[in-house]
Nanobody, 123 residues
Framework: QVRLVESGGGLVQPGGSLRLSCVAS????????MYWYRQSPGKERELVAT????????????VKGRFTISRDTTENTATLTTAYLQMNNVKPEDTAVYYC????????????WGQGTQVTVSS
């Protein structure tokens, strides 16, 4: 049973930094791509960042220049099981529950979600 475990959330002051981690456990999982989403109360879930197994990344315009997504550099490009979200110069509007998502399989039918980690930006 593949599980995604997120960590690194918490309370941070505006302008500060946080690094979220998402690690797969349970089974010989490797994914085609991994994603970070966020959702704040009353808002739809928003795709924040994407990384493919080959290392291609994409960042939402709302966080471009402040957030980066990366992978475990000890893994080769045939394997993707871990993703990080580096959040710099955070703003109060970044407050949300951040979720890790991973998709795998030849037809991209494997779909896994983490439990979410709360990020609160406040002074």
């Amino acid at each position: 049973q593949v599980r995604l475990v997120e960590s690194g959330g918490g309370l941070v002051q505006p302008g500060g930094s946080l690094r979220l981690s998402c690690v797969a456990s349970g089974g010989a999982a490797t994914f085609n791509a991994m994603y970070w989403y966020r959702q704040s109360p009353g808002k739809e879930r928003e795709l924040v960042a994407t990384i493919s197994r080959g290392g291609t990344t994409k960042i939402a315009n709302s966080v471009k220049g402040r957030f980066t997504i990366s992978r475990d550099t000890t893994e080769n490009t045939a394997t993707l099981t871990t993703a990080y979200l580096q959040m710099n110069n955070v703003k109060p509007e970044d407050t949300a529950v951040y979720y890790c998502n991973a998709k795998g399989g030849i037809l991209w039918t494997e779909d896994y979600w983490g439990q979410g980690t709360q990020v609160t930006v406040s002074s």
